[in-house]
């Protein structure tokens, strides 16, 4: 019978990285909780984005707004989300993910909470400004601390995890903002909301790191991190970029899905 040769512990596998078996112990699941992080910001990134929808009644209401009106509001958070989109990338790469997030989120968390301080539609308009810049660094950031994070492939699952995030959004915002606009009136909401927003960047704070500077990441799952073989990074023109065809497909689904 032909005998089995199972590769020593320690040795590389056939791209060169050390296998997970070969460092001993079992894979750990810190990056999950990274990952989670991710999903809980992306909820509320959709939270405060749809909560002027849920709340435009009221809101029309007391400020005097017709449809015109609300319709730019609306156009202004999504002219500042698409220049936010476009800067965003590249202020991440530059901050890394730790620090990029946190001023998309700081930046995102104001714009919302100031919604709850307007007074006309100017004002609001401005507000959902600061909000669409801040909010468009979500997914940059997300896709940075994936990367950072996982091995390749994980990457397309732990991507569609924190991507869920905006459904569970969409879903819990009709249902919490409501009871809390009939308590407290649809100012509150804003910034009531605003302000729960800011645990989760205390946690983000504390927790987020490259995995090689977190001292509870075991050696497996370090190693597991780290198993795709080294690949040297390439810069690509905006030019060469508008040449793939990923680059349309993701174009085309954000302007078929986004709000």
């Given at each position: 019978?032909?005998?089995?040769?199972?590769?020593?512990?320690?040795?590389?596998?056939?791209?060169?990285?050390?296998?997970?078996?070969?460092?001993?112990?079992?894979?750990?699941?810190?990056?999950?909780?990274?990952c989670?992080?991710?999903?809980?910001?992306?909820?509320?990134?959709?939270?405060?984005?749809?909560?002027?929808?849920?709340?435009?009644p009221?809101?029309?209401?007391?400020?005097?707004?017709n449809?015109?009106?609300?319709?730019?509001?609306?156009?202004?958070?999504?002219?500042?989300?698409?220049?936010?989109?476009?800067?965003?990338?590249?202020?991440?790469?530059?901050?890394?993910a730790?620090?990029?997030?946190?001023v998309?989120?700081?930046?995102?968390?104001?714009?919302?909470?100031?919604?709850?301080?307007?007074?006309?539609?100017?004002?609001?308009?401005?507000?959902?400004?600061?909000?669409?810049?801040?909010?468009?660094?979500?997914?940059?950031a997300?896709?940075?601390?994936?990367?950072?994070?996982?091995?390749?492939?994980?990457?397309?699952?732990?991507?569609?995890?924190?991507?869920?995030?905006?459904?569970?959004?969409?879903?819990?915002?009709?249902?919490?903002?409501?009871?809390?606009?009939?308590?407290?009136?649809?100012r509150?909401?804003?910034?009531?909301t605003?302000?729960?927003?800011?645990?989760?960047?205390?946690?983000?704070?504390?927790?987020?790191?490259?995995?090689?500077?977190?001292?509870?990441?075991?050696?497996a799952?370090?190693?597991?991190?780290?198993?795709?073989?080294?690949?040297?990074?390439?810069?690509?023109?905006?030019?060469k970029?508008?040449?793939?065809?990923?680059?349309?497909?993701?174009?085309?689904?954000?302007?078929?899905?986004?709000?």
């Amino acid at each position: 019978m032909a005998s089995i040769n199972m590769p020593e512990a320690g040795a590389p596998n056939a791209n060169g990285a050390v296998g997970d078996a070969g460092i001993g112990g079992k894979i750990g699941r810190y990056r999950w909780l990274i990952c989670s992080l991710l999903f809980a910001a992306t909820a509320i990134n959709y939270v405060d984005r749809q909560m002027i929808g849920v709340l435009k009644p009221t809101i029309s209401a007391e400020l005097g707004w017709n449809e015109t009106t609300y319709a730019d509001v609306i156009f202004w958070f999504q002219a500042a989300y698409a220049v936010g989109y476009l800067s965003f990338g590249r202020i991440v790469d530059v901050l890394g993910a730790r620090i990029g997030y946190s001023v998309a989120f700081v930046i995102w968390t104001l714009g919302h909470t100031l919604c709850g301080f307007a007074g006309n539609a100017f004002q609001f308009s401005a507000a959902r400004v600061v909000l669409g810049l801040g909010e468009a660094g979500n997914f940059p950031a997300g896709i940075k601390a994936v990367s950072e994070w996982f091995p390749a492939k994980e990457r397309a699952f732990a991507t569609g995890v924190f991507n869920a995030g905006a459904n569970i959004g969409a879903v819990i915002t009709p249902l919490i903002v409501p009871i809390i606009t009939i308590a407290f009136g649809w100012r509150m909401a804003f910034i009531i909301t605003g302000a729960i927003s800011l645990i989760w960047l205390v946690a983000w704070i504390a927790i987020y790191r490259r995995p090689r500077e977190v001292a509870k990441l075991s050696p497996a799952e370090l190693a597991h991190i780290e198993s795709d073989p080294a690949d040297p990074a390439k810069k690509i023109g905006w030019l060469k970029l508008l040449g793939y065809r990923e680059t349309w497909a993701y174009a085309l689904g954000k302007f078929l899905i986004d709000p």
